[in-house]
């Protein structure tokens, strides 16, 4: 079965600095990879996808993500963070079949605080 | 395009009760999907719809558990004599059957078991 580790629990950075939130995933084959951010009273919303072509994948709200295939990572960055960005993030993997997606296996999720 | 919602939001009952909770997709995906997200961890996913047939079933839901979609619209879970540990958001989402298509969540509904 797949799994998903998001090794970091909780981030800190500071408002204008870089980000990088780490996902590892373990499958037998490239599954297809996303990022989802969870705000306070708020449901998941997609950041980004990855299914095949380019491996740099360019999302919502100034995300980005490089998925590794030998590293089996697919770890998301934003160059500037905001205030705003303050939230949960997860990291998903999917499955398909029959055309449509199977159930999503999320990691624990990283939550991030912004620092003024 | 109005989302997928989620009635109720909240949902306070005590233990051994039955609770029934309803999502309506968004309009004309046909593929629904339910999940569980318990405090501090990520959703896990219970099973999922392709139009009225549930095609795949966790083995996290235990026979307290059901799901319908009966008319491949909106749909419901039902948990039966409720316990503490079920206590949890349960989120509701749906998607196109398509290849590689994004599933679009609800806002949940969050749920406490006394």
């Known amino acids: 079965a797949q799994s998903v580790t998001q090794p970091d629990i909780h981030i800190t950075v500071s408002e204008g600095a870089s980000l990088e939130l780490r996902c590892n995933y373990s499958y037998g084959a490239t599954p297809y990879l996303f990022w989802y951010v969870q705000s306070p009273g708020q449901g998941l919303q997609l950041l980004l996808k990855y299914f095949s072509g380019d491996t740099l994948v360019q999302g919502i709200k100034g995300f980005e993500a490089e998925f590794k295939r030998s590293q089996s990572s697919f770890n998301l960055r934003k160059p500037s963070v905001h205030w705003s960005d303050a939230a949960e993030y997860f990291c998903?993997?999917?499955?398909?079949?029959?055309?449509?997606?199977?159930?999503?296996?999320f990691g624990k999720g990283t939550h991030l605080i912004i620092q003024p | 395009d109005t989302g997928v919602s989620q009635d109720p939001r909240h949902k306070i009952t005590k233990r051994g009760q039955n609770v029934t909770f309803r999502c309506d997709p968004i309009s004309e995906h046909n593929r629904l999907y339910w999940y569980r997200q318990t405090l501090g961890q990520g959703p896990e996913f219970l099973t999922y719809?392709?139009?009225?047939?549930?095609?795949?079933k966790s083995r996290l839901l235990s026979d307290r558990f059901s799901a319908e979609r009966p008319k491949g619209s909106f749909s419901t879970l039902e948990i039966q004599r409720t316990e503490q540990g079920d206590s949890a958001m349960y989120l509701c989402a749906s998607s196109l059957i398509v290849a590689a298509e994004t599933q679009y969540f609800g806002p949940g509904t969050r749920l406490l078991v006394l």
């Open positions: 719809f392709q139009n009225e047939a549930q095609l795949e």
């Open positions: 998903a993997v999917g499955l398909y079949s029959g055309g449509g997606a199977d159930g999503l296996t």
